[in-house]
Structure formats: C-alpha cells, structure tokens
C-alpha cells in the first residue's frame, strides 16, 4: 500500500472516532515509522510502505482509536522548542505553560545574582518540563522539582539525564514545597486545577489517560492552589517571584487568596496568547 493510501485509511478511521485533526495525525505517525521529515513524507507519497512499516502504522493508529494521545504513543513530546520523554505517569505539558517559563527567564534578566545560583522550585513537577527547561536556559541556575508521586519522578529523571542537567536539577518526593530546603529566588507550578465535578466532562484523552492526580483540584478546583499559596511565604527569597498557572475564570479569585498571604507584595495576573488569564504572579523585592 502506497503512504498516501494509507493515510487516507487511517484518517478516515480517526475520523469516525472523533479525533480532531486526523489527517495530521496519520501524517505524524507515518513519519514517526519511516523515522522522516515532513517535507520528505510529501515527496513519497506515492511509494509503498514494507510489511513492516504496515504493521507498525496500523499499531500505532489501533492505540489512536482508544483515544490515547499521540504524546503517550509515541512517547514524546515538545515543550518550548525542547523534545521530551512523557509516560501517562505525568500529564501532557501545554504550550500555554510555556508562558511561565518566559516570565521567569524574563525575571532573572531582570535580577541576576550576584556570585551565586540562581536558585529556582518547580512544584508538581510531573515530567520536569519545567524545571529542565529553566536549568537548560539558566545554566547558572540551581533548580528543586518537586512531586508527590514518585512514578513522575521517574519520568523528569529520565528527563534531567536526557538533557544533561542531572547535577543541578534535584529531585524532591514530597507535597509541594515542603520537601525544599531552602527559600529560592524563582518558584514556578503548574498545579491541579480543574473542579471535581467537571473532570467527567474532559476530552476522553484526558479524562481517560492523564493522571487524575495532576487535575482534580477538588471541590472549586483550587485546594491545592490554596495549599500551595500557604506553603509559599516561608520559601520565597527576596528578590523572588512565583508564577502559577491557572484554568479559564480563577485568577481573580486566586488573586484574592495570593493577597491573604503575601500583604503589600506586587500580585498582577498575566494573560496568555489567546487572552485568558493563566499565570498569578506574585512579586518580592
């Protein structure tokens, strides 16, 4: 079977499952068999595929069907221009996280140490996108990930030591900050936020395969964001800042429960490229 017939077939079957942008999806695990680029997928069109690649496609497309994400999949995925390794162990990174680690790159331009680390917290870690993605950019830096479940340890472990940040990314088994050892100048958390009640109403994709530790936020959805928040005042040095994310409609009210913890401090809410309040960020100086 030539590769443009069977990304038909495979697009048709994605189709009747409801999986959005199907085409794209056969294109992407085509290429992912024939280890090639796109450009080099549009020029074979009209070759025909071994056995063996069949086989493989077809694999791949029958985990597609149960709605598994193509990260899960594949095993892979991309994070601010960064590949990683991602198990359902950890949840999904979203390309509106990546907000927080530009206002934290942002922030140490700003407030450089002065003869000594940069000292950074990721708190809830999961795969350690974050975390490794700052150590990569600040290699000044000396950055705590922390999580409490140890199985996505394992997974920012195996992520620490893909991109060589090993020595200066340390892993911590705890909940949220309490594990760290020291206040740091830079906290970063993209903590569970969704409400109990409408974790039932996410796409199967979610719903079905991330880790329900890393979404349900209880009952209004930000328990574990006043958890955190409360754990914070003891571990932000001056000068520092925190960057939360946060879901569609509560930063004004995470904003109100920053406020409760950190009196006179600079507390402002920034909007993400499609507009939506997404990050809190509180401001010591």
């Known amino acids: 079977m030539k590769l443009r017939e069977v990304i038909c077939q495979g697009e048709s079957?994605?189709?009747?499952?409801?999986?959005?942008?199907?085409?794209?999806?056969?294109?992407?695990?085509?290429?992912?068999?024939?280890?090639?680029?796109?450009?080099?997928?549009?020029?074979?069109?009209?070759?025909?595929?071994?056995?063996?690649?069949?086989?493989?496609?077809?694999?791949?497309?029958?985990?597609?069907?149960?709605?598994?994400?193509?990260?899960?999949?594949?095993?892979?995925?991309?994070?601010?221009?960064?590949?990683?390794?991602i198990e359902q162990q950890a949840l999904i990174p979203r390309p509106e996280t990546e907000l927080l680690v530009e206002e934290a790159l942002r922030f140490a331009t700003h407030h450089p140490p002065a003869g000594h680390p940069m000292l950074i917290a990721d708190i809830g870690t999961g795969s350690g996108v974050l975390a490794i993605t700052l150590a990569v950019h600040l290699p000044y830096s000396k950055v705590y990930a922390s999580d409490i479940s140890p199985a996505a340890l394992e997974v920012a472990n195996i992520n620490r030591h893909r991109h060589r940040v090993v020595e200066r990314v340390h892993l911590l088994k705890g909940n949220l900050l309490e594990p760290l050892p020291e206040p740091v100048n830079i906290i970063v958390a993209n903590l569970p936020?969704?409400?109990?009640e409408d974790l039932n109403q996410l796409a199967p994709e979610i719903q079905w395969f991330e880790p329900l530790m890393a979404l349900d936020g209880g009952k209004d959805g930000l328990d574990v964001i006043r958890e955190f928040l409360c754990q914070s005042r003891d571990k932000l040095a001056s000068p520092g800042i925190i960057l939360l994310e946060v879901g569609l409609g509560q930063a004004r009210r995470v904003r109100t429960i920053a406020e409760a913890y950190f009196s006179g401090k600079n507390i402002d809410v920034i909007p993400d490229l499609s507009g939506i309040d997404r990050v809190v960020r509180i401001l010591h100086t």
């Open 193 to 196: 936020y969704v409400r109990k």
């Open 13 to 85: 079957l994605l189709t009747e499952q409801h999986i959005e942008d199907a085409h794209l999806e056969c294109e992407y695990l085509l290429r992912h068999v024939l280890n090639i680029g796109k450009a080099s997928l549009y020029a074979r069109l009209g070759d025909f595929l071994t056995q063996m690649e069949e086989r493989k496609f077809w694999a791949l497309v029958s985990s597609r069907l149960t709605h598994k994400p193509l990260a899960y999949i594949l095993k892979q995925c991309y994070f601010y221009g960064m590949e990683y390794h």
